[in-house]
Nanobody
Framework: QVQVVERGGGLVQAGGSLRLSCAAS????????MGWYRQPPGKEREFVAR????????YYADAVKGRFTISRDKLKNAVYLQMTSVKPEDTAIYFC????????WGQGTQVTTSS
């Protein structure tokens, strides 16, 4: 059974940093892209970042480019999102996604930015 679990959400001050982690289990994910999406309050889920399985090439939404960094550890089936210079508009539920397009999702972790 595939499980995708995010950790690391919480309250962060504007301008601060936060690191999200995601661990997947239940099968090998070596040939799966892994990434992050988010759903701000009252809005649709949107793409944040993705890392390609072949070569670790990262892709970012324009809104987070230069502030967020995605990385992965294939041995741990894990993906991370380092968030820096966090803004109030980064407040959202952050979801880990496995596959491109995403085939598996985590339950989400809340990130709230205080201004």
């Amino acid at each position: 059974q595939v499980q995708v679990v995010e950790r690391g959400g919480g309250l962060v001050q504007a301008g601060g940093s936060l690191r999200l982690s995601c661990a997947a289990s239940g099968m090998s994910f070596d040939r799966f892209d892994m990434g992050w999406y988010r759903q701000p309050p009252g809005k649709e889920r949107e793409f944040v970042a993705r890392i390609r399985w072949q070569d670790n090439m990262p892709y970012y939404a324009d809104a987070v480019k230069g502030r967020f960094t995605i990385s992965r550890d294939k041995l741990k089936n894990a993906v991370y999102l380092q968030m820096t210079s966090v803004k109030p508009e980064d407040t959202a539920i952050y979801f880990c996604a496995v596959g491109q397009p995403p085939a598996y999702w985590g339950q989400g972790t809340q990130v709230t930015t205080s201004s």
